[in-house]
């Protein structure tokens, strides 16, 4: 059956360091990838999105990549700050186009 | 600036009820969304719709019924609700299916008793 995985346990990073999260999936293929931040009691907002056919995205401090091969994305937040703390959501798309399916999410925590 | 508005933000209802949720987008979106997130379940479909008076099953219908009758409005309804469908419900909209960004509202924390 298709699966996403992201890391349950929390992440935590001090002020300044790069933060790293890990969106892994099988069984699946799909077309595009999206990052969501969701902050405690809020709906996600959407972040960055990265097609099958792109390695790399960047935003301001926020790098992502899209590996098929490996089957996985790498989120990358650089020089992070405490307000940068949140859960971090992947999503995928199917080839088909059909609906998103979302990660459980992972929780970043930056500390000063 | 886009924007998605839930009914309410804190509900709690008995069980046997009928619930309403409602939804509001103003971006002329096409496609509206509803989805449960549960601890250690994540973000899971109940529903969608593609177009006014539309709507597609999604991951877990069971229990959910919706309603489209205007494009900008999206409900959804627990016909007898369960202490189960406690839950927070988060309502989202999108241009298309599948690649567009999806704009969330802020959700809404349903107690059932």
């Known amino acids: 059956s298709q699966k996403i995985e992201q890391n349950s346990e929390a992440l935590n990073i001090q002020e300044g360091k790069t933060a790293t999260l890990t969106c892994n999936y099988t069984?699946?293929?799909?077309?595009?990838l999206q990052w969501y931040r969701q902050d405690p009691g809020r709906g996600p907002v959407f972040l960055l999105l990265?097609?099958?056919?792109?390695k790399e995205k960047r935003k301001e401090r926020l790098k992502v990549t899209f590996d098929t091969t490996l089957k996985q994305s790498l989120f990358h937040i650089t020089a992070s700050q405490p307000a940068d703390s949140a859960t971090y959501l992947c999503?995928?798309?199917?080839?088909?186009?059909?609906?998103?399916?979302f990660g459980k999410g992972t929780m970043l925590l930056v500390s000063p | 600036d886009v924007k998605v508005t839930q009914s309410s933000r804190y509900l709690v209802k008995r069980t046997g009820e009928k619930v309403f949720l409602e939804c509001v987008q103003d971006?002329?979106?096409?496609?509206m969304f509803w989805y449960r997130q549960d601890p250690g379940l994540g973000l899971r479909l109940i529903y969608f719709?593609?177009?006014?008076?539309?709507?597609e099953k999604g991951d877990i219908p069971e229990g959910y019924s919706v309603s489209r009758e205007k494009k900008e409005r999206f409900s959804l309804i627990l016909e007898s609700a369960s202490t189960n469908q406690t839950s927070m419900y988060l309502c989202?909209?999108?241009?298309?299916?599948?690649?567009?960004?999806?704009?969330f509202g802020p959700g809404t924390r349903l107690l059932v008793l």
């Open positions: 989202a909209s999108s241009l298309s299916l599948g690649v567009e960004t999806q704009y």
């Open positions: 990265i097609r099958e056919n792109e």
């Open positions: 069984n699946y293929s799909p077309a595009y």
């Open positions: 719709s593609y177009d006014v008076k539309m709507k």
């Open positions: 999503a995928l798309v199917g080839s088909g186009y059909s609906t998103l399916t």
């Open positions: 971006m002329d979106h096409e496609n």
